[in-house]
């Protein structure tokens, strides 16, 4: 009598393997196409941005090298609604940024930037907390109440960030103010003029032609 051979599925036996699991990957091909391993067929960016806006967690891989590519579909993404009717981003805004690349504040920009935007994010879920609070679900609040709560909410609004942004651009020019001191420290014991702790040599006459 022959007996079945059981067939097991190897399941995660730790936090990290369980988090692994969870992770949506998506395969990206050589043609362009995006490929959902989770739903076994392929996807669109506006599908992608759907994921984003429900909070999903996935990667975008390289079908091939398997070379992490969720940045730059996220920055696709961004492009695509830059190149709407409603751009968030200044063509100034967008000037200052390119600047800092390769600059030696690039990485504190980056943390600073993204610190701030963590921010707005915790004061617009209080806002939508309050709005709950008045209104019931926010699921269910048409556009009109919301756009009515949102106008009386405003100016609180921008009171609160302003009052952050402030505090925040205050804690940035002491890091830079601090990072000039370090600066200043490290050069001090060069034995070269104009370096800071240096003498300045005295500028010679003009009549002297010694």
């Not at 395969?27 to 806006?53: F, G, Q, W």
């Not at 967008?94 to 690349?101: A, C, H, M, V």
């Not at 919301?146 to 405003?154: L, V």
Request: net charge neutral; hydrophobic share 35%.
């Amino acid at each position: 009598m022959q007996h079945k051979k059981e067939t097991t599925v190897n399941q995660p036996d730790s936090a990290a393997g369980a988090a692994a699991d969870a992770l949506r990957k998506i395969k990206k091909y050589p043609n362009r196409r995006l490929y959902d391993t989770r739903t076994s067929s392929y996807i669109t960016l506006a599908d992608v941005k759907e994921l984003v806006l429900k909070h999903e967690q996935f990667q975008v891989v390289d079908a091939k090298t398997s070379e992490d590519l969720t940045r730059s579909i996220l920055l696709q993404i961004i492009l695509e609604e830059e190149a709407g009717g409603m751009p968030m981003f200044t063509s100034d805004l967008l000037s200052q940024l390119i600047r800092f690349y390769g600059n030696a504040m690039q990485g504190m920009v980056g943390n600073y930037l993204e610190k701030n935007m963590q921010t707005f994010v915790q004061v617009q879920k209080q806002l939508q907390e309050q709005s709950r609070s008045m209104y019931g679900d926010s699921g269910k609040i048409n556009k009109d109440l919301w756009a009515q709560f949102m106008n009386f909410q405003g100016s609180a609004m921008q009171g609160m960030m302003s009052a952050y942004m402030d505090q925040s651009k205050n804690v940035f020019m002491q890091m830079q103010e601090k990072l000039q001191d370090q600066t200043k420290n490290m050069f001090t014991g060069f034995p070269f003029p104009g370096f800071p702790g240096q003498p300045v040599p005295p500028k010679k006459d003009e009549g002297d032609k010694s």
